[in-house]
């Protein structure tokens, strides 16, 4: 079955860029079926959908964070990818990778990434 | 945006009672909710979609009804398993948005 697996940076610093990838196995990002959505969780808060993308790399973000993310998609590795820019201390989260774009399932383990100097 | 209330925040309930959780959204989402199981350190699990569809390999002890702005997810018979949080997620409008969750702990 589908299993999504996050990697990145989990420390870092104000102002900078997060990055952070996706990688899928047992299915393609580029079916035609499927959103890749990025969604994260603010340690003991509640859960806030960023954004998501087809294979053909058109993409909807949240109106909240929508001036600060791009995702993007790369066929050849089978992966998607989120970047968030001039992060501060209110982005610290753990982020997770799903399949869908209404409902989303299966997800990601998650990654928590923490933003500190 | 809108905005999905859950309650209560915390449930304590003995294993083999039911549970019975709320969810309202502030404007209706038909039948477009969903609810999430995630247990501790772990993602979220899709339950139920649709309002009432439990998604693939949910047991059916887990049941969810509502429409408009009023949703109730209930779990019939709890197991030791079922001791989790429990979110549901509105998709009838962008950005889709989660209810801050509900707690159901061992009475």
């Known amino acids: 079955q589908v299993q999504l697996q996050e990697s990145g940076p989990g420390l870092v610093k104000p102002s900078e860029t997060l990055s952070l990838t996706c990688t899928v196995s047992g299915g393609s990002v580029s079916s035609a079926s499927y959103y890749w959505s990025w969604i994260r969780q603010p340690p003991g808060k509640g859960l806030e959908w960023i954004g998501y993308?087809?294979?053909?790399?058109?993409?909807i973000y949240n109106p909240s964070l929508q001036s600060r993310v791009t995702i993007s998609v790369d066929t050849s590795k089978n992966q998607f990818s989120l970047k968030l820019n001039s992060v501060t201390a209110a982005d610290t989260a753990v982020y997770f990778c799903a399949r869908g774009r209404s409902t989303v399932t299966p997800w990601g383990q998650g990654t928590l990434v923490t933003v500190s100097s | 945006e809108i905005v999905m209330t859950q309650s209560p925040a915390t449930l304590s309930v003995s294993p083999g009672e039911r549970a019975t959780l709320s969810c309202r959204a502030s404007?209706?989402?038909?039948?477009?909710l969903a609810w999430y199981q995630q247990k501790p350190g772990q993602a979220p699990r899709l339950l139920i979609y649709?309002?009432?569809t439990r998604a693939t390999g949910i047991p059916a002890r887990f049941s969810g009804s509502g429409s408009g702005t009023e949703f109730t997810l209930t779990i019939s018979s709890l197991q030791s398993e079922d001791f989790a949080a429990y979110y549901c997620q509105q998709y009838n409008n962008w950005p889709l948005t989660f209810g801050g969750g509900t707690k159901v702990e061992i009475k």
């Open positions: 993308i087809y294979y053909s790399g058109s993409t």
């Open positions: 404007q209706s989402v038909s039948s477009n």
């Open positions: 649709g309002a009432s």
